[in-house]
């Protein structure tokens, strides 16, 4: 999921990391407001409120919601530069560096939102944005632009857009290519709400409170696991292979 890039990616690499991290995006999502009462995997929302108390030239009331949309920013940044730096190290997978570090967060925030409650909420909701910037950022990196799975709104837009091309046949012939683009992004969106639903199950009903961040966590980390293992079954497949087709010659 994580390793394969450029031409190496398929649709399916694309589609599993989709599930995943848009799963854990809803329990962000959801999690985040319930406590916080705020929008804690994108920022468009607190664009408009900054915007709103600029305009009314109540600076320093907006000024939060800059620190918002700056930690979402930066955690955006943070990713990609992560990445960027430890690229040529060749033994090392570059995106287990942000994924590890978005893990740590929301184990973090779970902790501090659990044992201060809402002390420290605009702490708290820098820390998630910023682990949604990361999140953002190196799954659009893995999947080259494809994936995105912290916010909906691009998604239906495209979703939208790729549905009235199956109505012109001539136009747009590839249907194979559009339809699997469609596939990908109702699962997203599927995903996205499914992981909100299970968020909001957790927090209340199970009253797991700010532990549901936790599971999302787990998620990420088992995700990880799962890849490397399955990345390392493959390659004694190939190893296993090749000796036996050298044997035969």
Same mark, same amino acid.
Request: proline residues 4%; aromatic residues 14%; charged residues 20%.
């Given at each position: 999921m994580y390793r394969h890039q450029g031409k190496a990616r398929t649709m399916k690499d694309n589609l599993r990391i989709a599930i995943i991290l848009s799963f854990v995006a809803g329990?962000? #999502? &959801? =999690?985040?407001f319930l406590f916080l009462k705020?929008?804690?995997? #994108? &920022? =468009?929302g607190h664009f408009a409120l900054f915007i709103n108390d600029v305009a009314n030239l109540e600076f320093w009331?907006?000024?939060?919601?800059?620190?918002?949309?700056?930690s979402f920013l930066l955690g955006s940044f943070a990713s990609s530069f992560l990445i960027e730096f430890f690229r040529n190290n060749k033994r090392l997978n570059v995106y287990v560096i942000p994924v590890i570090i978005e893990s740590l967060i929301l184990i973090f925030v779970a902790i501090?939102?659990?044992?201060?409650?809402?002390?420290?909420?605009?702490?708290i909701a820098c820390l998630l944005l910023f682990s949604m910037g990361l999140q953002n950022s190196y799954v659009t990196k893995v999947s080259?632009?494809?994936?995105?799975?912290?916010h909906l709104t691009g998604l239906f837009t495209d979703l939208g857009i790729e549905l009235s091309y199956l109505f012109f046949k001539k136009?747009?012939?590839?249907?194979?290519?559009?339809?699997?683009?469609i596939k990908l992004r109702i699962y997203i969106i599927s995903f996205f709400f499914l992981g909100g639903l299970f968020g909001g199950f957790a927090y209340s009903t199970l009253q797991l409170g700010m532990y549901t961040l936790i599971i999302g966590a787990a998620v990420l980390i088992f995700n990880l696991l799962y890849d490397d293992m399955r990345f390392k079954v493959i390659n004694l497949r190939r190893k296993s292979y090749r000796r036996r087709i050298a044997y035969r010659k």
């Open positions: 329990i962000v #999502n &959801v =999690t985040g705020q929008l804690t995997t #994108n &920022v =468009t009331k907006g000024t939060v919601y800059f620190l918002y949309i700056f501090l939102g659990s044992i201060y409650l809402v002390e420290y909420p605009d702490l080259d632009a494809v994936v995105r799975t912290t136009k747009y012939p590839n249907r194979k290519k559009i339809k699997a683009s």
